[in-house]
C-alpha cells in the first residue's frame, strides 16, 4: 500500500503556487514530486497535489490498490470523507446552493480518488514526510515568483 504526503503552497493567495508530494512504502520513501503554478491559490494547489499524487501512482506505478493521503489540508481532507456527498446529491451546490469552489478540481478528485483514505495531518508538527511535501511545495512556488 502506497502512503502520500500531499501539500500545497501559495505565496499570496492568489500568487504563485507550489506542490509537493512524498509518496512512501514500508516507511520508505520511493519518490518526491514537485511542480509549481504562476497564479493560483493555497485551497487550488492542495487539491491539485492530492490529484497529482493519486495520477501518478495509478498511472505510472500501475497500482489500484488503497491509497492513504495525509495532508495538512482540512479543505481535502473535509471534502472527500464527507462535503462531497452532499454537493453531488445537491448537483454539486454548497450549502448555500452556490456553485462549489474549485468544481472541476472536486469532481476529478471524486473521479479518481474514490480508491483512496484521507487523513488530516497537523502541519509543521515534527512529521518528516508532511515537512519534506512543505518545503517541496515552497520551493515550487518560489521558482514560480
Known sequence: MYRVHCD???LGNPGPGGV????????KVLYELSFGEKLTTNNIMELTATIAAISFIR??????????I???SKYVVDGMNSWRHGWKKKGWKDSKNKPVKNLELWQLLDEI???CTYTHEYGHSGNVYNEMADELAKAAAREMK
Open 70 to 72: 495525509f495532508t495538512d
Open 8 to 10: 500545497g503552497s501559495c
Open 59 to 68: 498511472t505510472e506505478l500501475k497500482y489500484e490498490g488503497t491509497i492513504e
Open 113 to 115: 480518488g474514490n480508491e
Open 20 to 27: 509537493g508530494i512524498v509518496i512512501v512504502n514500508d516507511d
